[in-house]
T-cell receptor, first 115, second 112 residues
Framework: GAGVSQSPRYKVAKRGQDVALRCDPI?????LFWYQQALGQGPEFLTY????????KSGLPSDRFFAERPEGSVSTLKIQRTQQEDSAVYLC?????????????FGPGTRLTVT | QQQVKQSPQSLIVQKGGISIINCAYE??????FPWYQQFPGKGPALLIA?????SEKKEGRFTISFNKSAKQFSLHIMDSQPGDSATYFC???????????FGTGTRLKVLA
């Protein structure tokens, strides 16, 4: 079946612009995660959804970052007034049974470059 | 402590050799330890995972060794192949939180 898809794959934004990154999880996966991966580093947790409920947003670095999943499927990560330090790959992952330590399946990521 | 420390940062192995990557953690509440493989321009893909109730898990050429008392776990890639050249990440999570804490990654190069 289809995996996790993300769009756009690449995004260049001027400093101060707002951006929106989209994630389509695997069909039927109730849990969705966003991670930020800086160059040469491991992914860092941003936020977690179970269906439409955002249960953990402890990793969001500032109030410029906002995520939503209104219908419990597609999710959007929005970054307002982008800064150069926001440049990174943003990864989305979905999971069927996270409460059982279920595997997280990652999408290809969106590479954001802020100039 | 939420950190997961991974070593080495990079590794070069001859074809057919054994690749060994190590991770250490502090939080004894962690109860799930996956390893991910990432190729350039791709998202991480799950390789193999282990829970603390077993000391070793093997899937094909990939083996996780887990030492609960030392709070360490490692990935062994037997008969390493050039196609295994990628970046490998260990991670840890604990029930109830679900988020993964990733190591900093190991860039593996297998020479033909």
């Amino acid at each position: 079946g289809a995996g996790v898809s993300q769009s756009p794959r690449y995004k260049v934004a001027k400093r101060g612009q707002d951006v929106a990154l989209r994630c389509d999880p695997i069909s039927g996966h109730v849990s969705l995660f966003w991670y930020q991966q800086a160059l040469g580093q491991g992914p860092e947790f941003l936020t977690y959804f179970q269906n439409e409920a955002q249960l953990d947003k402890s990793g969001l670095p500032s109030d410029r970052f906002f995520a939503e999943r209104p219908e419990g499927s597609v999710s959007t990560l929005k970054i307002q007034r982008t800064q150069q330090e926001d440049s990174a790959v943003y990864l989305c992952a979905s999971s069927l049974r996270p409460h059982l330590g279920g595997e997280q399946y990652f999408g290809p990521g969106t590479r954001l470059t802020v100039t | 402590q939420q950190q997961v420390k991974q070593s080495p940062q990079s590794l070069i192995v001859q074809k057919g050799g054994i690749s060994i990557i190590n991770c250490a953690y502090e939080n004894t509440a962690f109860d799930y330890f996956p390893w991910y493989q990432q190729f350039p321009g791709k998202g991480p893909a799950l390789l193999i995972a282990i829970r603390p109730d077993v000391s070793e898990k093997k899937e094909g050429r990939f083996t996780i060794s887990f030492n609960k008392s030392a709070k360490q776990f490692s990935l062994h890639i037997m008969d390493s192949q050039p196609g295994d050249s990628a970046t490998y990440f260990c991670a840890a999570s604990k029930s109830g939180t679900y988020k993964y804490i990733f190591g900093t990654g190991t860039r593996l190069k297998v020479l033909a």
